[in-house]
């Protein structure tokens, strides 16, 4: 069968062909198979994607919170072709101009004396290889993590991990030790930093200082809720750090190149870590890469130690070239200064909503990384979803989302607003106005 095609070219295949080849030979993620139900998506252009039959969506989570420059930018479209045309490999011993640009710009972006930094293929390993940097040069095994945090799916990352995905490969890698972090949810709320850094203080003294090689944390937590800390936290964490000879690990896979307003999350509260871990808004997802980078005390550790750690794709020209086109574009369209300004119309308008819609029991946002928390009570906020659970009004919310075009994360009790962070306020308000209608469903479940 075939189908007349809104945006001819590549795409031969209908949506529904796509679909259920896709179901039957591949595996998708986090998922029992028979409940997945994929949209088909043959193309896209700013904040916006296709399918095959020209239905269009507001990319309302830019993917997986990472096309952060919008889709389908010539630049870096011609940048990634350039590089493949002329050397579209090199092994990791080698040296390469993109990975000479990228490393030197890189220096240049991130906070303090981080200047040196190792490629990988994503987010998740670029955390495996921060913990491996961290124990090589403290000499140390343990590593402290938070419970509502996200790091990645391979062994260590996962073991790193605090919410419910680690479950499942449990045992994980040993010596890692998961912290409370000072938000309890939407029933039980926020702690104060002081508290919760006290509370940190006790486990480090419990654990044996000596023993810890690193904290690691998303300065601004992602899919666990975007959970922004409250001022004094991430001082307080580097403080201790400090105290005890702890490497501080930024995880800013998702919080970082622009999503919350700044380069990176620490920079809005002026925190240099030890190690910065990156990927999605590096190349915007146009090619996969990850880095994780280090400070000078770091790096000098490895000028006359081996650094025990390799990956074929380390450093691949490819991906290096796309995310050089990718800080270009960030920079030549002012993009981290759009995501501030309409970070400021999209927590307008999620304060709208609250004040609106009987459901919204919270709502955050720092730049473009938001999140809207749904309850079913507004006396004792019981939230409209249990905890790594979803309930019939939050099921109706996504499908509602989807009919009208609008793609975002729903997961749990909460959907997010991570939009491409080149959207105009114009683009905001029509993926509000879709919002506003659908949380007429969530509403009629109030009770009290
Ligand atoms: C904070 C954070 N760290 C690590 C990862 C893992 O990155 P990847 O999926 O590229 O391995 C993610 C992915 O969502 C993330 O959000």
């Not at 945006?7 to 179901?23: D, F, H, T, Y």
């Not at 896209?44 to 039959?53: D, L, N, R």
């Amino acid at each position: 069968m075939t189908t007349t095609l809104a945006n001819p070219g590549a795409q031969k295949m209908s949506g529904n062909e796509i679909v259920s080849l896709s179901r039957k030979h591949t595996l998708y993620e986090w998922s029992a198979q028979s409940k997945v139900d994929p949209i088909p998506v043959a193309s896209a252009k700013g904040i916006y994607f296709y399918t095959p039959e020209g239905k269009r969506f507001i990319d309302f989570n830019s993917q997986l919170m990472s096309v952060n420059i919008g889709h389908g930018d010539e630049r870096v479209i011609n940048a990634i072709s350039d590089q493949a045309a002329t050397l579209a490999y090199a092994n990791p011993f080698m040296a390469t101009e993109a990975r000479a640009r990228l490393g030197a710009k890189l220096a240049e972006i991130t906070p303090g004396d981080i200047d040196t930094f190792f490629f990988t293929n994503g987010g998740a390993d670029a955390n495996e290889n921060a913990i491996k940097l961290a124990r090589f040069s403290t000499g140390r095994h343990k590593i402290l993590a938070r419970y509502r945090s996200y790091h990645g799916a391979t062994a260590g990352a996962i073991s790193l991990t605090g919410d419910p995905r680690r479950w499942a490969a449990e045992p994980g890698i040993p010596g890692v030790v998961h912290l409370l972090d000072p938000y309890h949810g939407i029933e039980r709320g926020w702690e104060s930093a002081e508290s919760s850094l006290a509370r940190i203080e006790e486990t480090i003294q419990l654990e044996g200082p000596q023993t810890i090689a690193a904290f690691i944390l998303e300065p601004v937590t992602g899919t666990n809720g975007v959970l922004i800390p409250p001022d004094g936290y991430l001082e307080g964490v580097r403080r201790l750090c400090d105290k005890y000879g702890i490497l501080m690990i930024a995880d800013e896979v998702m919080s970082g190149f622009g999503r919350t307003g700044e380069w990176f999350a620490c920079d809005h509260w002026k925190i240099v870590p030890d190690l910065l871990c990156m990927a999605k808004g590096l190349t915007s997802s146009y090619l996969p890469l990850g880095a994780v980078g280090m400070r000078h005390h770091v790096a000098q550790h490895f000028q006359d130690k081996v650094f025990y750690g390799g990956l074929t794709y380390n450093s691949h020209p490819m991906g290096c070239a796309a995310a050089l086109a990718t800080i270009r574009v960030y920079e030549e369209d002012r993009l981290i200064e759009n995501a501030r300004k309409m970070g400021a119309v999209l927590s307008e308008l999620l304060a709208g909503l609250q004040a609106k819609h009987l459901s919204v029991g919270a709502v955050r946002s720092i730049g473009l990384f938001g999140i809207v928390e749904l309850i079913r009570s507004r006396k004792t906020k019981q939230p409209m979803a249990p905890f790594n659970g979803t309930s019939e009004e939050m099921t109706a919310l996504g499908r509602f989302f989807r009919e009208q075009g609008l793609y975002t994360f729903v997961r749990w009790n909460t959907f997010f607003t991570n939009p491409p962070l080149c959207i105009t306020e114009q683009q905001l308000r029509e993926a509000f106005a879709i919002i506003d209608r659908g949380l007429e469903i969530t509403d009629k479940a109030v009770t009290d």
